[in-house]
């Protein structure tokens, strides 16, 4: 299994400041990374898929970037409904795999 | 727009089966792979596995011995048995859609906590 690791476990920012969230494969997995983001009590939400892209109705203030085994999930101008706790996950191959999670809190 | 819901026993007792079935409204079943996802209470995500509308899976290699799933075209739903559970099956319990572009998990369900338990 490729195995999905994520730093900072947990981060506190305030609004309106920006927070990068890194996420790391075991192996290569090319492009095939998704963000997601999850509130408590709630579904995950759909944020990037394919490193880059963004899912239709996601702010732009959300950006990723990376490739192979290095990715990053960038939020700008942090707003009140960013926090949140934030999943990576491998499309790359079987079984699909995700993070640990990250925590973003509010300082 | 596409909504997935979960429907179950949200208790089950230690070696029993956890049977679900996840039903698909604002859309038919007849693509995309449909997928089971679960997360243990205060814990991470877990993929199970996935099936295909035509009848495929790929399962969790880890829950590969324990996992059937199936689909039910003509209803619009596809199901998830667990068998052989025991506590560390708590969770709740996602349906979700995987679409066949970036393999992303674009929709999900509500999500339904099945507690293993006597």
């Known amino acids: 299994d490729i195995q999905m690791t994520q730093s900072p476990s947990s981060v506190s920012a305030s609004v309106g400041d920006r927070v990068t969230i890194t996420c790391r494969a075991s192996?290569?997995?090319?492009?095939?990374l998704a963000w997601y983001q999850q509130k408590p009590g709630k579904a995950p939400k759909l944020l990037i898929y394919?490193?880059?892209s963004l899912q239709s109705g996601v702010p732009s203030r959300f950006s990723g970037s990376g490739s192979g085994t290095d990715f990053t999930l960038t939020i700008s101008n942090l707003q009140p409904e960013d926090f949140a706790t934030y999943y990576c996950q491998q499309a790359n191959s079987f079984p699909r795999t995700f993070g640990q999670g990250t925590r973003l809190e509010i300082k | 727009q596409v909504q997935l819901q979960e429907s179950g026993p949200g208790l089950v007792k230690p070696s029993e089966t956890l049977s679900l079935t996840c039903t698909v409204s604002g859309g038919s079943i007849n693509s995309f792979y449909w997928s089971w996802i679960r997360q243990p209470p205060g814990k991470g995500l877990e993929w199970i596995g996935y099936?295909?509308?035509?009848?495929?899976?790929n399962y969790n290699p880890s829950l590969k011995s324990r996992v059937s799933m199936s689909v039910h075209t003509s209803k619009n739903q596809f199901s998830l048995r667990l068998n052989s559970v025991t506590a560390a099956d708590t969770a709740v319990y996602y349906c979700?859609?995987?679409?066949?572009?970036?393999?992303?998990?674009?929709?999900w369900g509500q999500g339904t906590l099945v507690t293993v338990s006597s």
């Open positions: 192996q290569d997995i090319s492009s095939w």
């Open positions: 099936i295909y509308y035509s009848g495929g899976t």
């Open positions: 394919g490193t880059f």
């Open positions: 979700a859609r995987e679409t066949s572009t970036w393999n992303n998990i674009d929709c």
